[in-house]
């Protein structure tokens, strides 16, 4: 398991280098053009072109149970196609004779493409960590748990207005530290645009 998940952020993070330097080599203007240090050309207009904000809910299944998680996301695209950002959820786990709540936060890189006039896919991989805390009332007692978090995910970008963005994702989300919390989500989110 080790092994794919340092297969899938290597080869993730190859195709996005791939990306940066294809996508940056952009005619200067006089407005656009800046030099760094040594004298070279960067062009402003090819960093930060746009940035989206989005409000989401994941359903995750997982040993301690269905949960359902709320959350946010803020990306800011450093080329046309490559994001940074964060994230973050909160939200109950378990059922009813095991309850809890989780929060999470992390880091995130992805990639998307267009594949037909309004639709993209987009992928990439989330990092950071979080924490539980979960009563299991069948042993009666409270199970605190947390650590890091990885979240490789998959999925489909529907435009729905100017600005406005809809997307349905899957992810697998892997916390090697705890037992309770790994499991495959169906995330749905909403995207706001921000020039």
Known sequence: MKNLIILLISVFFSVQVLAQTDSQEVAPTDETSKTNLSGEYIYAS???KKSKTGVALKYLNTAAGPSLFYGWRFVIYN?????VGGTGFAGQL???GSVGTYTYGGMLAGYDFTIFDDIYVEWGLAAGGGGAKMYDSTA???VQSGGAVVEPWFGFNHKVGEKTDFNYAFSYFLTPNDKYLTGVS???RIDFIID
């Open 140 to 142: 009666t007692n409270t």
């Open 94 to 96: 378990g059922t009813v």
């Open 79 to 83: 080329t046309e196609k490559f994001f």
């Open 186 to 188: 169906f995330n749905l």
């Open 46 to 48: 090819s960093y930060f």
